[in-house]
């Protein structure tokens, strides 16, 4: 099993910057990619950025620029840099860790941008 945990989100002025931080447990293997997803309310579930076991990343096209992916394997942790937030960037923002038959989901956490 594994276990995600996010943390660092909130409420900041377009603009302005957050770093969220997801923190594994459990069965990880530095093998598999880790991501950072989000959901705003009425619309699906989107990916933001993903980093893969070889240091691949992608990003949304809205994202590019503004947001930074990266990973320290020996904490097992995920960090997501979000500099010029906009208001369209409020969301739930999820963790997500790839296996290959199944993906772990943490319980999310808050981010508002406001005008």
């Known amino acids: 099993q594994v276990q995600l945990v996010e943390s660092g989100g909130g409420l900041v002025q377009a603009g302005g910057s957050l770093r969220l931080s997801c923190a594994a447990s459990g069965r990880i293997f530095n093998i598999n990619a880790m991501g950072w997803y989000r959901q705003a309310p009425g619309k699906q579930r989107e990916l933001v950025a993903r980093i893969s076991s070889g240091g691949i990343l992608n990003y949304a096209d809205s994202v590019k620029g503004r947001f930074t992916i990266s990973r320290v394997n020996a904490k097992n942790t995920v960090y997501l840099q979000m500099d010029s937030l906009k208001p369209e960037d409020t969301a739930v923002y999820y963790c997500?860790?790839?296996?290959?038959?199944?993906?772990?989901w943490g319980q999310g956490t808050q981010v508002t941008v406001s005008s």
């Open positions: 997500n860790y790839e296996e290959l038959y199944r993906s772990y």
